[in-house]
């Protein structure tokens, strides 16, 4: 993979198209940060926002494909890439040591409104990377065997595409790290927090669920505890993007009963192999104000206190190091195979590593439990530097990665 954090403003500028809102000084012209993934004020506690960001530069070009000429044309610089860009799922189930086949059971992936072409692109992103589709016609069919839309309640939610980005993000991942299970994508009616958390809990009894991923989140607020039973269903465990903000607290991700999952910059050789991970500067994390320490911090209460720290394990997040997607729909100028980055991206792979790992441990609290068990040994691979807001990565635990990036199957 290669790295085009330099490109140049001038081509840069020739990607954004009109009214596209871009983050602050933590990222350039080459990254998109999509309307449904902007935190306003005015959400305090009340809405979810994405956690999903779109690399929009010159293709990344992965080692084993051709080189695009250099002289590309605006408009050909505007539309989607022509094929997958970015990491594909064999990158980073190597650079992790996650097999190619496995998992059981199912992920229910929880995101708001409706996804149309969910069924359509999960299929074409599966066969493009070898992985099982969904043979149905119907998204929603209950016989469905590899991929299912689910309904919060009796009524299909209206469209959002920009929600349908983040679930197209979602679904290509959780199934490219647990090809074997079954996913779930579980449509809120809205992006309010009293529907996201109660679409929650319904995706943890769907039949089969071991995990589920929630890559969404809002700032902090003095009620959120009243909302952490949510995340407490028998057999499941429930994981949650820390944030794209660098160094800022986000719930669910800060809940004591889900683990929070941070992001770092992934980079390899020709050959597959990890040449350095560091913390990535959009990774969210902090300090809880409201949720006390829970019992497997203890460990960290020099560091934090009586308050729960946040993030708990990390994982390729940095845009510039950033995943295919593929999404039909077009939102914002966008649609097709795409690069995206964002915590959003590190939810379903963790899941999916969970997944596939085989533990089906018995709740949120003993996953945390067990990765906290692992810190320092061989089941994490230690971020030591980068820094995310007013954080720095440093040896063991940190407010950016936590506990460090999974290396094969036994920490999580």
């Not at 044309?73 to 989607?80: E, K, M, V, W």
């Not at 940190?398 to 199957?409: K, N, R």
Request: hydrophobic share 40%.
């Amino acid at each position: 993979m290669r790295n085009f954090a330099n490109a140049s403003a001038a081509i840069a500028a020739l990607l954004i198209p009109s009214g596209m809102a871009l983050a602050g000084s933590r990222v350039d012209r080459n990254i998109v940060v999509p309307d449904t993934s902007i935190d306003r004020p005015e959400d305090h506690g009340l809405r979810a926002h994405t956690h999903h960001l779109i690399y929009i530069g010159p293709p990344l070009i992965r080692s084993d494909v051709p080189e695009v000429p250099v002289a590309m044309s605006g408009p050909a610089l505007l539309a989607a890439f022509a094929g997958p860009s970015g990491y594909h799922p064999s990158d980073i189930r190597a650079a992790y040591g996650i097999p190619s086949t496995g998992g059981s059971g199912a992920i229910a992936i929880v995101d708001a409104y409706h996804y149309a072409s969910s069924l359509n692109d999960f299929n074409v992103f599966a066969t493009q990377f070898g992985l099982a589709k969904e043979t149905s016609t119907s998204a929603t069919s209950s016989s469905n065997q590899v991929f299912q839309v689910v309904f919060q309640g009796t009524k299909q939610p209206r469209a959002n595409a920009g929600w349908g980005q983040e679930a197209a993000l979602d679904i290509e991942w959780a199934h490219s790290m647990a090809p074997g299970a079954k996913i779930y994508l579980v449509e809120a009616n809205s992006a309010s927090l009293t529907d996201m958390f109660a679409t929650a809990r319904k995706a943890a009894t769907l039949p089969g669920v071991q995990q589920v991923s929630m890559s969404f989140g809002a700032s902090e607020f003095s009620s959120e505890a009243s909302y952490d039973y949510s995340f407490t269903q028998s057999g499941v465990t429930f994981y949650a993007s820390s944030g794209d903000t660098g160094g800022v607290k986000s719930y669910p991700a800060i809940s004591p009963n889900v683990v929070g999952v941070g992001g770092t910059s992934l980079h390899v050789d020709v050959n597959g192999v990890v040449t350095g991970e560091t913390a990535w500067n959009g990774s969210g994390g902090g300090l809880s104000t409201y949720e006390a320490r829970p019992s497997y911090q203890d460990s960290l209460a020099t560091l934090l206190g009586t308050k729960r720290g946040m993030p708990d394990v990390s994982l390729v997040a940095d845009p510039y190091t950033g995943c295919s997607v593929y999404d039909s729909t077009p939102y914002q100028g966008y649609s097709g195979w795409m690069v995206f980055g964002g915590t959003s991206l590190a939810s379903p792979c963790v899941a999916g590593i969970a997944n596939i790992s085989g533990h089906n441990l018995a709740s949120s609290q003993a996953e945390l439990s067990r990765i906290y068990a692992g810190l320092g040994g061989g089941n994490f691979r230690d971020i030591t530097s980068g820094t995310a807001g007013s954080f720095s990565a440093t040896s063991g635990w940190d407010y950016i990665t936590g506990v460090g990036s999974p290396v094969g199957l036994n920490g999580l």
